[in-house]
């Protein structure tokens, strides 16, 4: 592995660590650079290009973040049997996505070639400068660590360059944990086992899921967000070439999220989706209901949350032959306000116990809003961070009447949701969904995942240090 | 069919066409409004949300548009034998589309529903004006018959609403004819066989091709392109809804383009690509190569075009795995700079002629730009204005040594080329690439498709009218 072999002279031609960085540094401008040093979060810059997020940090980026244009999610299987193989992987990760979220390759590229921010001038021979690297937070050393992970063929491209000039866009990159990296086919592949959290439990079968096994499951799970969609999949197309020979592609989606700043986004089925989020500013919920506390179990995970992923298909085309006011029964909200039902303001407090002059409930029973509501879910809440998808058509059989057999959208809700406990989060309110939401005739969930996401690394150190090395 | 139909009582509840264009009007401001009644062409505006591309025209738009961030490409397959079915479907998605480009939707929306284009203010309660409706260039005759169209359930939401709030995004929507509307399965179904464009051919199997019917073909072509992925997918979302009961998908596409704006955009083997593009600033030139004339067998396609569509899957993986100078000599130009082999900059004219001083030649034989470039194609040239897609992943089996069977990216190029005619533009360059191009190795044609695109309508006529009418 990497960590064990002496430099390769085959690194001759490469510029020092930090040449990228010089010229990142030199065209976000001083507002950028100093963001970034001061870990700051201007994740709404005016120009979204520009947006930098800190990698570094007590959480990892892309949980708590306000949520940026463009995500796509990767899920990997380890190939390898050896523990160190999976240390050297997490390590060469931590580094280059520490170079990505500030805006340059994964790793160094040769002298002349363009840099990664730099948008006006393609045949800027940046002067070299170790001290600029500082805007990675990471080191030298670091980088060429990355640059020498064992890609099968060493002298291939540092990076692939297709977002050459594109500037950092925000991009947090997050790293998580499935059930298979502590116990498969019931052996303890890595010495693992024993620190497996209790809260990282296989989630149960829901009424209605139609699994796909290539769209389910994973060892290892990266989430890439930024406010482009070529920054985020080179992110991880990146990230999946350092892991060659070590861990495979399992599955990967891209996703979107189009909306006005500083609005609830609209998701595919026209319907403002988040609303009743807990709020990110508010660090009480955020401990209460996002971040993982450090159980007896699993003290590594301080500072973590755990993740579920959920690749739903919505049939829009038999969507869209509804009306809107079924819509908004099915929903529990108006369409165009985003209210409560009856209500006027999307942000007016969800009254469950409301009757209308017939004594029925003003949100019906089966809507999706009273039965997700933490008021119906002793309290849970779950923080959500979905993106919609849009992979094209296929041919599909329908599993409603009229049993259609036909060419439809497959396309949906990339479904992420972030907690500090799925077995008191996500798994009792989608017992309870899978079972009695209204929506559910235009949904199906093709594809499942749940990762426990580690606290952030500490400059110097790696995504996952604390389950490795305490 | 809808224009037999006296209007609707279930219409009432619904604002006068016009609303929306109010709206759209008022938050565009008076340069959007001039712009979009001057028919001016502010696609690099400085708020890419807010660029509006006009809809009626000589020429269709999304052809030598400057190319929008998004796309979703889709086509259709015709189910009705009737030929006044038909003729209502290009009525309507005339006028719908005309409205979205404009920034409204599809149809009007009931009172009090949020405005298109509204970006602050989710409570607006629009005043009615007709006025203002000038900025779609359609009228509200239109726009009621658009509404009026047959839509399974009559009743059903006007539009999906996913968009609202979103701006024009700078759309285009470029509708096409396939063979199968002239002719399908050796049946003249709706008395047009006579007038197939001679230009507009089958295309035959190129060396290599693995297409997968799903993908290929298809009767009817929509093309919408614009700065924003949900307003691109809306757009075809509610124009496959108006054609419920007469045509059915067949295929749906999504794809983008990452650039700095100004350059020429980098394609996901992270080289510039449409350096090479005749320019659309050239009048003379899109003469001659993309526009067509006036031909004895298809007079009503003076100025329309050919688009052939081909779906191109990369993988990514294994030239992810290449030297930077192998994937030089691929291409013929230098990856950073984009400039051709042996020289500085982009735009740099390529000297095929130019040798070594071993007297081979500096691009290579097999590369892509020579085997492209029009010197090697009798002077041909085609317009290229594609997008790269990223659908996930899929389990492949390979069709090259090691003949690898795993998870890969289901990730490439939309290619979308606009010619004159394919029989001199396409056929012929691609005939030559299939077989000798070094890039094959990396890539596979999966789907593919040619469409004879017509002129643009005039107001208050329809896309195609000259074919039917004439």
């Given at each position: 592995m990497a960590n064990d072999q002496p430099p390769r002279p085959s690194r001759r031609g490469f510029l020092k660590a930090g040449s990228a960085a010089v010229a990142a540094g030199a065209s976000l401008g001083a507002t950028g650079v100093a963001q970034a040093a001061l870990g700051k979060t201007p994740a709404h810059a005016a120009d979204p290009t520009q947006a930098v997020e800190p990698f570094y940090g007590l959480h990892q980026g892309g949980i708590v973040t306000p949520q940026q244009s463009h995500t796509y999610v990767a899920a990997l299987d380890l190939t390898t049997a050896n523990r160190d193989d999976v240390i050297a992987l997490l390590r060469a990760w931590t580094d280059a996505a520490a170079r990505m979220t500030q805006g340059n390759t994964a790793a160094p590229l040769p002298t002349g070639a363009a840099a990664r921010t730099e948008l006006t001038d393609t045949k800027a021979d940046t002067p070299v400068g170790a001290?600029?690297?500082?805007t990675t937070g990471g080191t030298a050393d670091n980088a060429s660590n990355n640059a020498a992970y064992s890609p099968t063929n060493t002298k291939a491209a540092p990076d692939s360059g297709d977002v050459l000039g594109l500037g950092p866009c925000g991009l947090t990159i997050t790293f998580g944990f499935g059930p298979g990296l502590f116990t498969k086919d019931g052996k303890d592949r890595y010495g693992l086992a024993a620190r497996?959290?209790?809260?990282?439990v296989d989630l149960p079968r829901f009424n209605g899921d139609q699994l796909i096994e290539q769209k389910t499951g994973g060892d290892l799970f990266i989430q890439a967000c930024a406010n482009d969609q070529q920054v985020a999949f080179h992110a991880v197309r990146q990230l999946a070439r350092l892991a060659y020979g070590t861990a495979a592609m399992r599955w990967g989606q891209s996703g979107f999220l189009s909306g006005p700043r500083g609005q609830t986004p609209r998701n595919l089925m026209g319907f403002k989706d988040g609303t009743n989020n807990p709020s990110t500013a508010k660090p009480q919920l955020m401990n209460e209901f996002v971040w993982a506390g450090?159980?007896?179990?699993?003290?590594?995970?301080?500072g973590g949350t755990y993740t579920v992923v959920r690749r739903i298909r919505i049939t829009l085309e038999h969507w869209d032959n509804t009306e809107v006011d079924f819509q908004e029964q099915v929903f529990g909200?108006?369409?165009?306000?985003?209210?409560?039902?009856?209500?006027?303001?999307?942000?007016d407090p969800v009254n469950l116990k409301e009757e209308d002059k017939d004594g029925n409930p003003v949100i019906p029973e089966n809507s999706h809003v009273r039965l997700s509501n933490q008021a119906s879910n002793n309290g849970a809440q779950i923080l959500r961070r979905s993106y919609s998808y849009n992979d094209g058509t296929n041919f599909y059989i329908e599993r409603?009447?009229?049993?259609r057999q036909e060419t439809e959208y497959d396309a949906g809700l990339i479904f992420l949701a972030h907690q500090s406990d799925p077995r008191t989060g996500f798994i009792p309110i989608n017992e309870k969904l899978s079972k009695f939401d209204m929506m559910n005739q235009f949904t199906t969930h093709v594809g499942s995942a749940v990762f426990a996401v580690p606290p952030g690394a500490k400059p110097g150190s790696y995504i996952g240090a604390g389950l490795f090395e305490t």
């Open positions: 001290k600029a690297d500082a497996r959290p209790a809260a990282l450090a159980t007896a179990d699993a003290p590594w995970m301080e909200r108006h369409k165009y306000s985003g209210a409560p039902i009856g209500k006027k303001n999307e942000f409603w009447p009229p049993w």
